[in-house]
């Protein structure tokens, strides 16, 4: 073979190898111009689904895509990228304060929305389990949008609810929530609706004042249903104010003053205790100063003895220093006798005034004792209150738990209260719930709890009722309640009570066992309404 055609057939395998490398390379950049459009369009989608969040983050965003389609560099594309994950690492942040934010209002909006008077049973129930839905905070923001739109449609569902009274010419609560944009008189007529009234009525009903003071409240509490106009109203809200604190200084001063009276007796006892210990140490020395005397004249006699040359010299000097002994020993006897006396007044000044200072703690605690039982009844009904209610079904839970017994749980609510108050007047309401609740206590079984739970609901404990028992004397209570002639205005009223009533069961706790009996009173609502309902 020639030289030429050793070269040539180098040159066709050299052209062979070029032509590989070139369509090897042809097939890399179709790979990069795939990926680099597939990572376009996912930038594209990107910033799509995070368009308005930040406004920065989407120059940012549009910059990289650009940077592709025209293929630039990869280092400006890589400096890009740095930048954007940046915003998006601040973003991420801002977005969990943000679902932290949401969190707690849309739990507050929801507690609110719970708090509302005569929500129907089955809204109450639904937000309830709503709420405890959204108990821990979600992952994204976009996890609040269903539910929010559930609570929204509750408010909505609770506004028309609440309308339906309205004929009667009351302005419904969910009234309340008023856009910002409204004049400040329309703000002012709302402020004073009777509802809020009502709520402020309520709630003075429940504060542990003074005899005194309790009894100027309830003369201004009767004013301030009666006077509607916002001024009247602004007054009375001043005196109400005014009475509390009045009640609030004359408690800081009596506590005071028994401190006060605590500290100088304590003062005088010390001083006493001290003087008295400075008494007892001179005693002490004059005591042994005499003993010294009676010892050195003792010893004085011995001497006489040892000395004396006769008997009659004896005899003589005995007697004498025998007589000088019986003055010391007289001398002794009337100081101790002194010193006696003196501890003894002494004692009796000290026990006289811890006497008085016993005294002192004994007004100051029966004041402490008649507080906290106050802060346990319902000043209205003077039945038990709902701290007091929580109080005792706690301790009867841990003893159930303990060693299970026939524990049993009643809800009363009475029937369409609000129609009471609306037509004769929150005293005829207020006089009511003092009726109903004497009446629950004089016919319920001895030994049974009862407690006004708040509003118009009450609540009772059974420690020993078998079912039937207890579904009977609560429908003879239903029954009697229905019975009583009430009369508002020469009206003739009838009242009636929805009762729901439940046993405990081993796997309850507190919650769930009131949610139990609670939604037994609910259904009794549902039912018509005057009736009891038990569920196991
Ligand atoms: N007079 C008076 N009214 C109270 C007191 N506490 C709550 N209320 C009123 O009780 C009423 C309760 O009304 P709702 O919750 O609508 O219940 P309701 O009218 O009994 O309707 P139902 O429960 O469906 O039968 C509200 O008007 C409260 O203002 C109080 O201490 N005194």
């Known amino acids: 073979m020639n030289d030429s055609s050793v070269a040539k057939k180098q040159l066709v395998a050299l052209k062979r190898k070029l032509d590989s490398a070139i369509e090897s390379r042809n097939s890399l950049e179709e790979d990069a111009n795939l990926h680099s459009s597939l990572l376009i369009q996912f930038i594209t989608k990107l910033s799509l689904v995070s368009k308005g969040i930040d406004l920065e983050?989407?120059?940012?965003?549009?910059?990289?895509?650009?940077?592709?389609?025209?293929?630039?560099?990869?280092?400006?594309?890589?400096?890009?990228?740095?930048?954007?994950?940046?915003?998006?690492?601040?973003?991420?942040?801002t977005n969990e304060k943000n679902i932290a934010h949401l969190h707690d209002q849309f739990n507050q909006a929801g507690e609110n929305l719970q708090k509302i008077n005569g929500l129907p049973g089955d809204l109450r129930r639904e937000l309830r389990g709503l709420l405890s839905k959204t108990k821990e905070s979600k992952d994204a923001l976009i996890q609040y949008v269903p539910l929010l739109s559930q609570l929204l449609a509750f408010y909505d569902y609770a506004l028309k609810a609440k309308n339906a009274p309205t004929k009667q010419g009351v302005l419904p609560s969910a009234q309340l929530i008023l856009p910002v944009s409204q004049s400040k008189n329309d703000i002012n007529l709302a402020l004073f609706d009777s509802s809020i009234l009502e709520k402020i009525s309520v709630s003075l009903s429940t504060l542990p004042l003074s005899k005194g003071h309790t009894n100027e409240l309830l003369a201004i509490k009767k004013k301030l249903m009666t006077d509607k106009s916002s001024?009247?109203?602004?007054?009375?809200?001043?005196?109400?104010?005014?009475?509390?604190?009045?009640?609030?200084?004359?408690?800081?001063?009596?506590?005071?003053?028994?401190?006060?009276?605590?500290?100088?007796?304590?003062?005088?006892?010390?001083?006493?205790?001290?003087?008295?210990?400075?008494?007892?140490?001179?005693?002490?020395?004059?005591?042994?100063?005499?003993?010294?005397?009676?010892?050195?004249?003792?010893?004085?006699?011995?001497?006489?003895v040892e000395k004396a040359l006769s008997l009659n010299q004896v005899k003589e000097d005995i007697n004498e220093k025998l007589q000088f002994i019986a003055s010391t020993l007289e001398q002794k006897s009337k100081f101790e006798q002194q010193s006696h006396q003196e501890l003894a007044d002494k004692l009796n000044d000290m026990s006289a005034k811890v006497d008085q200072l016993e005294q002192q703690s004994r007004v100051f605690e029966?004041?402490?004792?008649?507080?906290?039982?106050?802060?346990?009844?319902?000043?209205?009904?003077?039945?038990?209150?709902?701290?007091?209610?929580?109080?005792?079904?706690?301790?009867?839970?841990?003893?159930f738990h303990h060693k299970p017994f026939q524990l049993a749980l009643v809800v009363l609510d009475i029937d369409d209260f609000k129609k009471i108050n609306d037509t004769y007047g929150h005293t005829a309401g207020d006089k009511t719930l003092q009726v109903i609740a004497n009446t629950?206590?004089?016919?319920?079984?001895?030994?049974?709890?009862?407690?006004?739970?708040?509003?118009?609901?009450?609540?009772?404990?059974?420690?020993?009722?078998?079912?039937?028992?207890?579904?009977?004397?609560?429908?003879?209570?239903?029954?009697?309640?229905?019975?009583?002639?009430?009369?508002?205005?020469?009206?003739?009223?009838?009242?009636?009570?929805?009762?729901?009533?439940?046993?405990?069961?081993?796997?309850?706790?507190?919650?769930?066992?009131?949610?139990?009996?609670?939604?037994?009173?609910?259904?009794?609502?549902?039912?018509?309404?005057?009736?009891?309902?038990?569920?196991?």
């Open 57 to 93: 983050l989407d120059n940012r965003l549009a910059q990289l895509r650009m940077l592709f389609s025209k293929s630039a560099p990869l280092n400006d594309i890589e400096a890009k990228i740095v930048v954007i994950s940046k915003l998006l690492q601040q973003h991420s942040i």
């Open 440 to 536: 629950i206590v004089k016919n319920v079984s001895k030994g049974v709890f009862v407690g006004r739970y708040g509003g118009e609901e009450f609540v009772l404990i059974y420690s020993q009722a078998q079912e039937q028992a207890l579904t009977l004397e609560l429908n003879a209570l239903n029954k009697y309640i229905a019975r009583l002639p009430f009369k508002f205005k020469s009206n003739k009223v009838s009242i009636t009570l929805s009762i729901g009533a439940t046993h405990i069961r081993a796997d309850d706790n507190i919650h769930i066992a009131f949610e139990r009996a609670d939604q037994a009173m609910y259904k009794a609502k549902k039912q018509g309404k005057n009736q009891v309902i038990y569920v196991k």
């Open 366 to 399: 029966h004041k402490l004792i008649d507080q906290q039982r106050k802060s346990m009844q319902d000043a209205l009904t003077k039945l038990a209150n709902r701290a007091a209610f929580d109080n005792y079904f706690a301790k009867a839970m841990v003893r």
């Open 231 to 304: 001024d009247e109203v602004l007054l009375h809200l001043i005196d109400i104010f005014d009475v509390i604190v009045a009640d609030f200084k004359d408690e800081q001063n009596s506590a005071k003053n028994f401190l006060t009276r605590l500290s100088a007796t304590l003062t005088t006892v010390q001083s006493a205790v001290k003087e008295t210990i400075v008494t007892q140490k001179k005693s002490q020395k004059t005591n042994e100063k005499i003993n010294q005397k009676l010892q050195s004249q003792l010893v004085d006699m011995t001497g006489t």
